[in-house]
């Protein structure tokens, strides 16, 4: 009988865990989702509606209604943390243009300013 050495390789090592998935483009923001639905308040001109649909991330979507106003307006827009709490900011853009509401989430209700074309507009509430 011959001796013959025989290698004997280690076994391979075991596959690389899956890579960790990417962060979303907009981390969730807590409260921001149950600030969907109906809000009804006052803008210079009379009536506002708000019907929004904002979406975990801050994400906001809707359509508005303004009493000085015919039809409805498009609404975009994003909810953001501030130190004294949740702050919704909106653009409404109508045939007659563009408007940026900004205002703070307290007690159910918001209230801000009202800008266009980078001068005060006046003053608007909502509530639930």
């Known amino acids: 009988p011959v001796a013959v050495a025989v290698a004997v390789a280690a076994p391979p090592p075991p596959p690389a865990s899956p890579p960790a998935e990417k962060s979303p483009a907009y981390a969730t923001i807590p409260g921001a989702s149950a600030l969907s639905g109906l809000w009804l308040g006052k803008a210079p001109g009379g009536a506002l509606a708000l019907d929004l649909i904002v979406s975990a ?39 007659a243009g563009t408007e940026s509401y900004s205002g703070l989430v307290a007690d159910g209700a918001v209230s801000g300013r009202i800008t266009a074309e980078g001068r005060l507009a006046g003053r608007f509430s909502v509530k639930r």
């Open 57 to 95: 991330d801050g994400r906001v979507t809707g359509r508005a209604r303004r009493g000085d106003r015919a039809g409805e307006a498009a609404v975009v827009g994003r909810v953001n943390t501030s130190e004294d709490g949740l702050r919704l900011e909106l653009q409404i853009t109508d045939d």
